[in-house]
């Protein structure tokens, strides 16, 4: 009795163990989304900009209730903590908004690089892919859906080959800008 017991805890801890650990194991695609530096600069900025002014108000509204122009009930034995709470969390919000702002020059150097990259993609791409290189040796009397994927495939090889440096997201991402710069 005690052996067919045995036998099925060791058959559910197989079955535990062939369970996917993400969804990412159900998919082929491992390429991530592509955001553009110069958005994600953008957003870096407003982020630090917005911390940096809660950090400016809040400081200026504790100094405000510090020369009691604004009165808070408070208990005087617990004013201490909410002062020094209060105040440290307004001073990580300036030194938050200050390291971001920081962190966003480095971006808006990077950003500037990737759009230069694009830019060169594109007039790559323009100069040098046509309808009749895609084409060629593709069945053109299969339905469209399968000629878009093929097409599709062959600009991301030759992107991949030509601009061997570029992140994979950001070929993926104008593989669509270029079909259709070519097919419409």
């Known amino acids: 009795m005690e052996d067919s017991n045995f036998k099925n805890n060791n058959t ?3 079955q535990e163990n062939k369970l996917p650990e993400s969804l990412y194991d159900y998919t082929d695609n491992k390429v991530h989304s ?4 110069s958005d994600k600069y953008k957003d870096i900025t407003s982020s630090a900009l917005t911390m940096l002014i809660v950090g400016i108000v809040g400081i200026i509204f504790m100094i405000l209730v510090f020369a009691d122009i604004i009165p808070l009930p408070i208990n005087a034995s617990t004013a201490w903590l909410f002062d020094s709470v209060m105040g440290g969390i307004f001073i990580i ?3 938050a908004g200050i390291v971001s702002f920081m962190h966003a020059k480095q971006v808006k150097i990077d950003a500037e690089a990737e759009d ?6 594109l007039a790559w791409a323009k100069d040098n892919i046509s309808k009749e290189l895609l084409d060629e040796g593709l069945d053109l009397r299969e339905p469209e859906e399968i000629l878009y994927f093929s097409r599709a495939d062959k600009i ?7 601009f061997e440096n570029a992140d994979e997201a950001l070929i993926y991402e104008y593989t669509e800008q270029i079909y259709q710069n070519i097919y419409e």
Not at 116 to 121: F, R, T
Not at 156 to 162: A, G, N, R, T
């Open 93 to 95: 919000f300036i030194i």
């Open 156 to 162: 991301k090889d030759l992107l991949m080959h030509q």
């Open 116 to 121: 230069k990259l694009i830019e060169e993609i």
């Open 34 to 37: 592509f955001i553009r530096l």
């Open 12 to 14: 559910s801890d197989v």
